[in-house]
């Protein structure tokens, strides 16, 4: 097979070019958000609210309403709950996660097991990508746009937010508001991406992209160019992995932005560990030398 | 008779059960640089959020320029120079960046900065000596010029007052010099300062007044006046004066 045909055969399918269309877009939308999340130290969080969706995306399904308001009311709530327990008890913060995400998970799980449907529910689990049909692509792509659009607006205004929120307050901005938005944001990509890697790999497309650009940069707006560029190849790597391997393609996707980060973590030109071990090595040895001479 | 700068009437502010500032009063004249002094616990932090309208008091009042917080804040009157542990430095950020920072009250909504801002945001790093490592990224400062970065950014917002929470912990002596001539060059054109420290060596030359704090204000006057030893024993307790003897 020539390389050309390589790549245009999965394409002959309409499932696989919807397949690839919303991986590719949720990648995009998650990697851009991933960029502030793992600056503020949100991956918990990120992980927390994309579980946490989970009850509303199977109620939304059985009350006939759009996933993404389910998803909207459960990732709120989940994020109210949250800090609740943090601010009235002497529960920390990452218990309290763990406790509120993993119970609407489990809640969500059952929900799922009494809910008598034709499409099989569990599919948000793991993500269906094979089976995404052409309203769901729709609706990935409008969601997507609108996450989009408001993170390329607003991203001046959430990086001063996660940089230093006393100072936003400071000159009359509301950082309540700012960490808000970014939190309904958090809700609003989690619906997107549950289409194309499943609830429990959401997470994953919140954090990688965000952590693997930032090993490659010190400039943010850089940050917000790498991730999405590199997120969006691992989503097309990993969905023709997937294609001739036969392989679970939401898995293959997240596996491959793993794998560029550990590329990325060892050989980043400046905070790579090899990079950053010769140039102590060589610091000691120029230490040495001196000493001996 | 002139309006203060910053007027605190009997300002009291309890973090659940503890009570962080006890009724305290004081005023600063526009202009004037003032430090803060008092130990860990003192209230000096409580005090600069409550200048800032971080916090809610229980009783009294903060007033800026004669106006409430809430009013200071929206024309960007109040600077704040955070203490240095209280920053990421490893934030992806150039030092022109966080200068940027200070337009963002004063642009569109989505702090697209215009020419003016540029231009504001040069001004204010030629005024701090740091046009130089405009590009650098913050972290990669040295602390006084890290400090600096940050009076640049109160500058660029067009602060008439600035707040500073201990500029001069982790700060060489000869940064600690060129802080100092910087602070009183804007104290010079009208702006007031208020700094927080515990350093108390650098205070007489630096500062117009100084204000012991301990929960309450204890003493406002001039530093040379606050910082006698039995005054300072009020605030931090005996072992300050056994160890200056």
Not at chain 1, 240 to 259: F, H, I, P, R
Not at chain 2, 17 to 34: K, P
Not at chain 2, 188 to 206: F, K, N, V, W, Y
Request: charged fraction near 15%; glycine fraction near 8%; proline fraction near 4%.
């Amino acid at each position: 097979m020539n390389p050309i045909e390589f790549l245009l055969e999965p394409l002959s399918y309409d499932f696989m070019t919807r397949a690839l269309t919303v991986t590719v877009v949720a990648s995009i939308v998650c990697a851009l958000l991933s960029c502030w999340l793992v600056l503020i130290g949100w991956s918990l969080m990120g992980d927390a609210v994309s579980h946490a969706v989970l009850p509303g995306v199977v109620l939304a399904y059985v009350v006939g309403a759009p996933f993404a308001l389910g998803a909207l009311i459960f990732g709120v709530l989940a994020v109210a709950l949250i800090g609740t327990l943090r601010d009235t008890s002497r529960i920390k913060e990452d218990a309290a996660i763990g406790v509120v995400f993993t119970t609407l998970f489990a809640l969500g799980i059952v929900l799922i097991s009494v809910t008598p449907s034709q499409t099989d529910l569990s599919h948000i689990l793991f993500g269906n990508l094979l089976g995404v049909s052409t309203p769901d692509l729709l609706q990935v792509v409008m969601l997507g746009t609108v996450a989009f659009a408001i993170l390329l607006l607003k991203r001046r205004d959430l990086t001063l937010y996660a940089f230093d929120p006393t100072h936003a307050h400071a000159i009359g901005l509301s950082p309540r508001v700012l960490g808000a938005l970014l939190l309904g944001l958090l809700a609003l990509t989690s619906v997107i991406a549950l289409q194309a890697v499943g609830v429990v790999l959401v997470v994953a497309l919140l954090i990688i992209p965000g952590a693997t650009a930032y090993l490659l940069t010190d400039r943010f707006p850089r940050m917000l160019l790498i991730a999405p560029i590199l997120s969006a190849t691992c989503a097309v790597v990993g969905i023709y992995t997937s294609y001739y391997l036969d392989a679970a393609s939401g898995g293959m996707v997240v596996l491959t932005q793993g794998l560029l980060f550990g590329i990325v973590y060892l050989v980043s030109p400046r905070h790579g560990i090899i990079a950053t071990r010769v140039s102590t090595f060589r610091r000691r040895q120029l230490v040495t030398q001196r000493a001996d001479s | 008779m002139t309006v203060p700068a910053i007027a605190v009437k009997a300002a009291t502010v309890h973090y659940g059960d503890v009570l962080a500032l006890d009724s305290a009063t004081m005023s600063i004249d526009a202009g004037q640089v003032c430090g803060l002094i008092g130990m860990n616990g003192s209230g000096k932090s409580t005090l600069f959020k409550a200048i800032m309208g971080l916090i809610q008091l229980d009783r009294g009042s903060v007033l800026i320029d004669g106006d409430p917080p809430a009013q200071a804040r929206k024309s960007g009157v109040v600077g704040y120079v955070p203490q240095g542990e209280d920053v990421d430095w490893d934030f992806p950020l150039s030092v022109r960046d966080v200068v940027m920072m200070g337009r963002y009250g004063r642009q569109g909504w989505t702090r697209r900065p215009s020419r003016v801002d540029q231009q504001a945001v040069d001004e204010a790093l030629d005024r701090v000596e740091l046009t130089d490592l405009a590009a650098r990224q913050v972290g990669a400062l040295s602390g006084g010029q890290r400090k600096r970065a940050f009076v640049a950014r109160g500058i660029a917002q067009g602060a008439t007052i600035m707040l500073l929470d201990e500029p001069f912990a982790g700060v060489d002596k000869r940064s600690e010099a060129t802080i100092s001539t910087l602070l009183r060059s804007l104290s010079a054109e009208g702006r007031t300062i208020l700094i927080s420290t515990h350093d108390l060596h650098t205070l007489p030359d630096l500062c117009d007044e100084a204000i012991l704090l301990m929960k309450k204000v204890l003493l406002q006057g001039i530093p040379s006046e606050v910082l006698k030893p039995d005054n300072l024993a009020l605030a931090f307790g005996l072992d300050v004066l056994n160890r200056d003897r």
